[in-house]
């Protein structure tokens, strides 16, 4: 590899977004910010709308500013959150915003999908994604039943990253990881389904080409040659989901891992050669969605420091610093209070302190006060949750698993880090916190020649960073804390049965 390469990572998040440079250089990967920006929905007409324009203008910011630092960008790569997508007329122009999965027209059509046109047994089976309103699919039922404009028109169906690289490139593609999460890819051909398709009213015709993390799209367009004043630069195809960048990120030395996505939400999985569909997949709500090198990630996803965070809102009490409350919740004793973070009381409450107070009261728990008590209580619970999930992968996965890597912003929680070693009874691996971004970068890298393949890619990150390393403690304790768990939870089921 020849010394210093620069690439530049477009990373969107559903809230916020950023430009990064990442530099590889001897067997190292460093990450530099160049621009963050807020990514605002628009409320208008009873829906709400992504502004794909500002996204466009802040990505020609980043490169702008690139060019201005004489930094020598050898390509370009795009990751945004999934499902989402973009209009495209026979002309070749977008034809409206896109809508945004939290908008409410997708409510009721799942179940109108199921009953009019495939049946949900089949569209599990066929697809292996967990069933949510907001999936691509139920989105463009959504809009085909309501005569929406945009899609009456439209040519070609743009995933959000494929559209922004199309209006750097001028080239359509269907990037293969932010298809997965359409619920509209099959991963046994790793295609589109005609018979889905066919029931949202569309053709494998509209949509660009499938394609792979780690291949080009196309170069810039003199158009945005001439605004940013870069030079013919290739925009590649990364894991265009920003989770599968980040799992492509974990810095694995072998296959025998689960990995946890932490953050707002949890998602604990591993990485698969084939889809796990079946029985106990469909009955746990699991879901199978596209890896790199033709991978699967085979994951759930559970409520994480949502809790937290929603808490930290109402306390008025409570220290500004997490290190500070955190270390007044290790003061109070383990267990007392227990909750499952994955019950649809926690979903979206007024006040989430009084929704854990209330589920506590009705398990006949002691009801924790304060701060500290509830934040303690969190943190317990999550990691018993997350040793019941690692319990289900291990059942299902067709390889040991010896390890658990924690990438992402919650991957600096020491306390969960370590409670989830306890709880799970295996070593855990923190870091990297900018997943994404590195798995963007290296994505990039590979298209270059600079890295051969997935090991080779995360042997460069764990090259790069000091991982931390939590070792489980208290088996016994953690062992009686998960058989309350599991009776406390079959309490809770059976009181709303």
Same mark, same amino acid.
């Given at each position: 590899?020849? +010394?210093?390469? &620069?690439?530049?990572?477009?990373?969107?998040?559903?809230?916020?977004?950023?430009?990064?440079?990442?530099?590889?250089?001897?067997?190292?990967?460093?990450?530099?910010?160049?621009?963050?920006?807020?990514?605002?929905?628009?409320?208008? $007409?009873?829906?709400?709308?992504?502004?794909?324009?500002?996204?466009?203008?802040?990505?020609?910011?980043?490169?702008?500013?690139?060019?201005?630092?004489?930094?020598?960008?050898?390509?370009?790569?795009?990751?945004?959150?999934?499902?989402?997508?973009?209009?495209?007329?026979?002309?070749?122009?977008?034809?409206?915003?896109?809508?945004?999965?939290?908008?409410?027209?997708?409510?009721?059509?799942?179940?109108?999908?199921?009953?009019? #046109?495939?049946?949900?047994?089949?569209?599990?089976?066929?697809?292996?994604?967990?069933?949510?309103?907001?999936? @691509?699919?139920?989105?463009? &039922?959504?809009?085909?039943?309501? $005569?929406? @404009?945009?899609?009456?028109?439209?040519? #070609?169906?743009? =995933?959000?990253?494929?559209?922004? +690289?199309?209006?750097?490139?001028?080239?359509? *593609?269907?990037? &293969?990881?932010?298809?997965?999460?359409?619920?509209?890819?099959?991963?046994?051909?790793?295609?589109?389904?005609?018979?889905?398709?066919?029931?949202?009213?569309?053709?494998?015709?509209?949509?660009?080409?499938?394609?792979?993390?780690?291949?080009?799209?196309?170069?810039?367009?003199?158009?945005?040659?001439?605004?940013?004043?870069? $030079?013919?630069?290739?925009?590649?195809?990364?894991?265009?989901?920003?989770?599968?960048?980040?799992?492509?990120? *974990?810095?694995?030395?072998?296959?025998?891992?689960?990995?946890?996505? +932490?953050?707002?939400?949890?998602?604990?999985?591993?990485?698969? #050669?084939?889809?796990?569909?079946?029985?106990?997949? &469909?009955?746990?709500?699991?879901?199978?969605?596209?890896?790199?090198?033709?991978?699967?990630?085979?994951?759930?996803?559970?409520?994480?420091?949502?809790?937290?965070?929603?808490?930290?809102?109402?306390?008025?009490?409570?220290?500004?610093?997490?290190?500070?409350?955190?270390?007044?919740?290790?003061?109070?004793?383990?267990?007392?209070?227990?909750?499952?973070?994955?019950?649809?009381?926690?979903?979206?409450? @007024?006040?989430?302190?009084?929704?854990?107070?209330?589920?506590?009261?009705?398990?006949?728990?002691?009801?924790?006060?304060?701060?500290?008590?509830?934040?303690?209580?969190?943190?317990? +619970?999550?990691?018993?949750?997350?040793?019941?999930?690692?319990?289900?992968?291990?059942?299902?996965?067709?390889?040991?698993?010896?390890?658990?890597?924690?990438?992402?912003?919650?991957?600096?929680?020491?306390?969960?880090?370590?409670?989830?070693?306890?709880?799970?009874?295996?070593?855990?691996?923190?870091?990297?916190?900018?997943?994404?971004?590195?798995?963007?970068?290296?994505?990039?890298?590979?298209?270059? $020649?600079?890295?051969?393949?997935?090991?080779?890619?995360?042997?460069?990150?764990?090259?790069?960073?000091?991982?931390?390393?939590?070792?489980?403690?208290?088996?016994?304790?953690?062992? #009686?804390?998960?058989?309350? =768990?599991?009776?406390?939870?079959?309490?809770?089921?059976?009181?709303?049965?």
């Amino acid at each position: 590899m020849e +010394s210093k390469k &620069y690439f530049f990572a477009v990373d969107l998040g559903a809230t916020s977004g950023r430009t990064i440079i990442g530099t590889l250089d001897s067997d190292r990967i460093e990450l530099e910010e160049l621009t963050r920006f807020d990514n605002n929905l628009i409320e208008t $007409g009873g829906h709400f709308y992504w502004d794909i324009y500002a996204l466009y203008n802040e990505i020609i910011k980043g490169l702008k500013t690139a060019a201005q630092r004489n930094i020598p960008i050898c390509s370009i790569g795009i990751d945004t959150w999934g499902v989402d997508f973009v209009c495209v007329g026979k002309d070749g122009a977008l034809l409206r915003n896109p809508l945004a999965y939290r908008d409410p027209h997708t409510f009721g059509m799942m179940e109108d999908f199921f009953e009019k #046109k495939v049946d949900k047994k089949s569209v599990y089976n066929i697809t292996g994604i967990q069933f949510m309103n907001f999936n @691509s699919l139920f989105q463009l &039922y959504a809009m085909r039943r309501n $005569g929406d @404009s945009a899609l009456e028109n439209a040519e #070609k169906i743009l =995933f959000v990253p494929d559209a922004l +690289s199309y209006m750097l490139t001028g080239k359509m *593609v269907c990037e &293969y990881t932010i298809a997965s999460t359409s619920q509209m890819l099959d991963p046994k051909t790793k295609q589109l389904d005609e018979k889905l398709l066919a029931g949202v009213g569309l053709t494998r015709n509209n949509f660009g080409p499938m394609t792979n993390p780690a291949v080009e799209i196309g170069r810039l367009t003199e158009e945005v040659q001439k605004m940013t004043g870069l $030079g013919d630069v290739p925009v590649i195809a990364v894991a265009g989901h920003d989770t599968g960048s980040a799992v492509a990120a *974990v810095p694995a030395r072998n296959e025998n891992f689960a990995y946890l996505s +932490s953050g707002t939400w949890s998602l604990m999985g591993i990485e698969t #050669k084939d889809a796990i569909i079946n029985e106990l997949s &469909y009955e746990r709500n699991f879901t199978n969605e596209g890896g790199i090198e033709g991978t699967t990630r085979f994951l759930k996803n559970i409520c994480g420091m949502w809790l937290y965070e929603r808490c930290r809102k109402e306390w008025t009490d409570a220290p500004r610093s997490h290190a500070e409350l955190q270390a007044e919740a290790m003061k109070q004793p383990a267990f007392r209070s227990i909750i499952n973070p994955d019950d649809t009381a926690f979903a979206n409450p @007024s006040s989430m302190v009084e929704a854990i107070q209330t589920y506590c009261k009705e398990t006949n728990q002691h009801v924790p006060e304060g701060y500290a008590e509830i934040c303690r209580c969190i943190f317990d +619970s999550l990691a018993l949750r997350y040793r019941q999930v690692f319990g289900y992968l291990r059942e299902m996965a067709s390889f040991p698993l010896e390890v658990l890597h924690i990438i992402g912003g919650g991957s600096l929680n020491n306390y969960l880090n370590q409670f989830t070693a306890n709880a799970l009874g295996v070593e855990v691996l923190a870091g990297p916190q900018e997943g994404t971004a590195i798995g963007n970068i290296m994505l990039q890298a590979k298209a270059a $020649g600079d890295v051969s393949d997935i090991w080779d890619m995360r042997r460069i990150i764990a090259n790069s960073l000091e991982l931390k390393r939590f070792e489980p403690a208290d088996k016994e304790v953690w062992d #009686k804390a998960y058989d309350r =768990f599991l009776e406390i939870v079959a309490a809770a089921d059976a009181r709303k049965a």
